[in-house]
């Protein structure tokens, strides 16, 4: 049996090894990143004959847990703040239009505060690791219990990594799959029409296509053996900066 902290996608991993990642490891992100990119071409590719589905996004789960998670999240930079709305928001109409079943509280919570991390600077530690601190912290506090809460600590720091499966980390997925439609435009083209626009309206941009790349930046440099390392020499800083979806940030 695999050691889950051996896995580069649950907070135990993170938590041990500040986010290094091993040459094995390594060599499982870049194919991650190779296959997103081949996604990107096939989806612009085929995106004249596409429908998208014809799904929406339900209204955000209201619980004690969730308005925790809320309050939380105000306290984030305002870029952060809308991305995490729209992370949810994309993420949500993106497993609907896969017919995939995710707990909506956790994808919800998770969404908003997966980037929290990226708030504070700390050499040498993954800044999931500090988003799934503060997601841990946000189920104390509504009552929820830790079991639960470790769920979305592993889903924060899964959506950080290329190449994760549904089967590796559902929420995680989605969680990934809803922020990579919001700063990269990655299957923009399965979304509803009208959602995006309908995102940036409701959680408004914030100049987050130019502070995104600035914080994939300083997190490459402080953990430069981590995935954010290997995605800013793959041109993500780049990719978010020219992406699609910043001509909804108007």
Known sequence: MTDPRDLPHTYAWACETGGRLTVAQKATVRAGIRAGYVDIARGLAGRLFHRPPAVDV?????????????????EQLPAI?????????????????????VDAELLYVTSLLHDSGMMREVAGQDFTVRSAEL????????????????????????HASPGLS???????????????ADLAGLRMWDLP???????????????????????????ARDVPDGRF?????????????ASPTRFYAR
Request: charged share 20%.
């Open 58 to 74: 339900e209204a955000p789960p209201d619980s004690r847990l969730t308005r925790t998670a809320v309050e939380a999240a105000a």
């Open 81 to 101: 703040v809308g991305h995490g709305y729209r992370t949810w928001m994309l993420g949500s109409a993106l497993a609907s239009a896969d017919r995939q079943n």
């Open 135 to 158: 997601l841990l912290d946000v189920f104390a506090r509504a009552g929820e219990p830790e079991t639960r809460g470790l769920l979305a600590a592993d889903a924060a720091v899964a």
């Open 166 to 180: 549904v089967a590796d980390d559902p929420v995680g997925f989605y969680v990934q799959a809803g922020a990579m």
């Open 193 to 219: 029409g009208g959602l995006l626009a309908r995102a940036y309206r409701e959680h408004p941009a914030a100049g987050v296509h130019q502070s995104i790349p600035t914080l994939i930046r300083r997190e």
């Open 229 to 241: 390392a290997l995605l800013r020499r793959a041109g993500m800083d780049r990719i978010v900066q």
